[in-house]
């Protein structure tokens, strides 16, 4: 689970910046190869953020692109961190046909986002492109769902620090997905590499807050996520006390 709290700024329709630092309260239940069950569970402070967003909307086209840097304050040994200063620059354009808005992602970074379609069981350092593409259909103003493929294209060494693995240390050609195999792996792009799909629903049910649940399904690691949200905008409910 991740608690993220950030503030920011609003200059004029176009740009947004913010900043913040995510909390995380990982428990996991591992089998070892002995057949042994052993437990990890930890809370630690994610890697301090900050972000720059534009945006271009448009009746024609909407266009919207982010540039996110953070900063490594988050604990390697947890897999919360990679120790390195990481970045990603994600490009969105989307259209509005009636109650259908098919989108387009595009980012380049140096580390998988931790937001970007599912929240991953670990840390990723190394260059990589990422894609997502489906769309979303508004069935009333305060409820819709959202179908997407996604794609994670990574090039050069991989490394990536499981939040879940326990104490040890592992090496690429280990039994079953990286993350279990140790703390540390490092290796090919076999690693980062992902694709797959993913489908949910968005309940707005008053101004400010908004609920999600979601359902992710990675084909590279055979991994099944179920997921859902709670986000809180302040500035939305504080424009409206009375709801």
Known sequence: MQLDSSVGYLFGRHLLIDGGVPVYFVRANIITSSGASTTSSFTELGDVYGQARLSFPNPMLNFKTQL??????????????????????????????????????????????DTFVYRRPFASYGELGHFQAGAAYHVVNWFSVAASAFDVAPWGTQTIDSRVAGNGSGTSSGHGPPFLQGLRTTGGTSLAADNGFSTGVDLLPVKGIDLTVGYSRSTHYALNTVSFGIAVNMRAILRHPGL
Do not use: C, K, Q
Request: cysteine-free; glycine content about 14%; aromatic content about 10%.
């Open 68 to 113: 996110t840097g953070r900063a490594p304050t988050g604990s390697t040994s947890d897999g919360i961190s990679t120790g390195h200063v990481t970045y990603d620059w994600t490009n969105r354009i989307d259209r509005n046909f009636g109650h259908w808005t098919p989108f387009l992602e595009v980012g380049l970074a140096n580390s998988i986002p």
